[in-house]
């Protein structure tokens, strides 16, 4: 049986297709159409998925929709009524568009399937699932568990922010919810919007940037923005926000609690900016570690999963994990609306069909994320040809030898190999690469080669035998949605002429064995490699231990600022000759910078738009 789950119209559209219980393929359409956060109906990600099936829609039994749109426009309705007359224009720029989108959403989507195949019964063949059940499916079914707890928190579905269901076997079964407005999600957004950056894409940022500061405002978020209680349920203060009837997050009743407008993007980040930051993010873990707390005791369970757009915090995750209330904790790393493809397509085979499900607690079900499209060595040999790129190609291993010393050189590296990552990060398949060890990496990636704000931290990839020994932390974390503390023993204390700096003053201070992972808190957001999911990028840290003693590089996603992650093998030479990347690999081609055509230089710096 094969199912195709479909996410698309709000934003990270992307497909994804199971075929007998197994994840074949998923792919977000941005990386086809090279728009960030596309939200269009990903035509692109669904022919990938087909492509690397080896089949056509209408072989394919279902198409699920990740959410149910005739709910979504009932809220939309119900808020602006409850509101009324307050944010009019807010309501007659939206129903337009809803009606003629959202409302016929079903006829829409046949729309699009027919291009496909003219003769899809997409009447008979097109479900729908609701929005927290897609994001709970999208954790519990892959994840190892064959019985878990599932915790979904986002901005909002239909009705739903956060919701706690009950996963056993083939079965999943929302037991709680807490619906809009009352979103941590949303909360959370924003600060983001507060702080000057975008809401959907900007959250990461706003996790970034509250190591540098102090959380002097979290009394005052408690207070007076969001009452919560001992159980983690909460409830917001909508006086302060603007996000049900307006066209921004805040109001003015917001600024005066803080005493300042919102920053502008363009604006100087200042104390003030990285202490909201570091007070919205303590609230956020106080609350997640409160719920979790709940759950443990409610349900009896000793496995959590989390998803939605609220699990890709993975500061908070790490709290939730060192706390120790569950015995293993599992995310899905495509936990945003992207996701929601997948888990749309596993809900209707297990729940739906009522097919049996195995978890044997070992490896997931996710192929390390490797989900996406690859690429044969002739057809990347032609594509790099084709766009003027020099190359050699060379055997496998001389490749990971070339690369592994260029690290260790000191070098910044891009890697493009095997199949694209499912989800927001990469994850050693499209990956820009250095040396964790070099004091000057971070900055030099950040301001060089990804052309963004110079205080965002790295994460680092580790061999998973030897995560415990420079890291807080001794189990599995392979997609970097963990955070944990560097070993006590790697740290390098600051002496008190570096303790007393404030803010990003602090950024180029040196505070371990591998400076460029991190952060101003001594924390490091953790990816562990495996030799089972990806045996080439495992090879690659491993020669680069063999060289160094040190089994920890810096990995960061293969794109500049406000692009998306990298694609095909063009893509790849295009970022390449935009930055300052010295090595490029793609599947046995290694390119070096000195030896390329100047003239297909690319001017990236100046031509970025905001992410």
């Not at 080669?449 to 680092?460: C, G, H, L, Q």
Request: aromatic residues 10%.
């Amino acid at each position: 049986m094969r199912i195709l789950g479909v996410s698309a119209f709000y934003h990270d559209s992307a497909a994804a297709l199971v075929e007998d219980g197994e994840i074949i393929a998923a792919a977000q359409e941005e990386r086809f159409t090279r728009k960030k956060h596309d939200s269009r109906f990903p035509t692109s990600g669904i022919s990938s998925c087909l492509e690397q099936a080896g089949v056509k829609l209408d072989q394919v039994d279902y198409v699920v929709f990740y959410d149910k749109p005739f709910l979504k426009f009932e809220r939309l309705l119900e808020t602006y009524l409850a509101f009324a007359p307050r944010g009019f224009q807010s309501f007659r720029m939206a129903v337009p568009l809803w009606i003629r989108e959202k409302l016929f959403q079903k006829d829409l989507l046949a729309k699009h399937l027919k291009k496909f195949s003219p003769d899809f019964d997409w009447q008979k063949r097109l479900l729908f699932t609701e929005h927290h059940l897609s994001h709970a499916a999208s954790a519990f079914f892959p994840s190892p568990f064959q019985e878990a707890a599932v915790l979904t928190m986002d901005g909002v579905g239909e009705w739903a922010t956060t919701s706690l269901s009950e996963g056993r076997g083939n079965q999943l079964q929302i037991t709680k919810e807490i619906h809009f407005p009352h979103s941590l999600g949303l909360l959370y957004s924003a600060f983001t919007y507060y702080t000057g950056f975008k809401v959907n894409s900007g959250e990461y940022k706003l996790m970034g940037l509250a190591p540098y500061g102090e959380p002097k405002y979290t009394k005052a978020i408690l207070d007076n923005l969001v009452h919560l209680k001992p159980d983690g349920s909460f409830r917001l203060n909508l006086d302060y926000f603007n996000y049900c009837t307006g066209l921004t997050m805040t109001n003015g009743r917001f600024d005066a609690l803080f005493g300042a407008a919102p920053r502008k993007p363009e604006e100087l980040l200042t104390q003030f900016h990285m202490d909201v930051a570091a007070s919205i993010q303590a609230v956020l873990d106080e609350a997640v570690l409160r719920l979790t707390r709940s759950i443990a005791a409610e349900t009896g369970m000793r496995n959590l999963c989390l998803a939605g757009g609220v699990a890709l915090n993975c500061v908070a995750n790490g709290k939730v994990l060192r706390e120790g209330k569950f015995e293993r904790l599992w995310i899905q790393p495509a936990a945003g609306d992207a996701g929601g493809a997948l888990g749309a397509a596993l809900a209707a085979y297990y729940m739906l069909e009522k097919n049996p499900r195995q978890a044997d607690g070992g490896f997931d079900a996710m192929k390390g994320a490797y989900l996406g499209p690859s690429f044969s060595q002739q057809d990347i040999e032609d594509r790099l040809s084709a766009c003027g790129a020099r190359f050699q190609v060379v055997s496998q291993e001389q490749m990971i030898r070339d690369c592994a010393c260029a690290l260790a050189e000191g070098d910044a590296v891009g890697w493009f190999q095997g199949r694209m990552e499912f989800g927001p990060r990469a994850l050693g398949g499209r990956s820009i690469l250095g040396d964790a060890r070099s004091p000057k990496m971070q900055s030099m990636l950040n301001l060089k080669v990804k052309y963004r704000e110079s205080f965002r931290p790295f994460a680092p990839s580790v061999l998973r035998e030897d995560v415990s020994g420079w890291f807080e932390m001794d189990c599995e974390s392979p997609y970097m949605l963990l955070v944990a503390g560097v070993a006590p023993e790697r740290r390098r204390a600051m002496s008190m002429q570096e303790q007393a700096l404030f803010g990003i003053e602090k950024l180029n201070v040196p505070r371990s064995e591998i400076p460029a992972v991190t952060h101003v808190d001594y924390s490091a957001r953790i990816q562990t490699v495996h030799r089972e999911t990806n045996p080439r990028y495992y090879e690659l840290i491993s020669e680069f231990k063999r060289l160094t003693g040190c089994p920890v590089i810096v990995n960061t996603s293969f794109n500049v600022r406000g692009e998306p992650i990298v694609g095909t093998p063009e893509d790849a030479f295009r970022c390449f000759m935009g930055t300052e990347l010295d090595v490029l690999a793609v599947g046995n081609c290694v390119l070096r910078k000195r030896e390329q055509n100047m003239e297909l230089k690319q001017e990236y710096a100046s031509t970025l738009e905001m992410d």
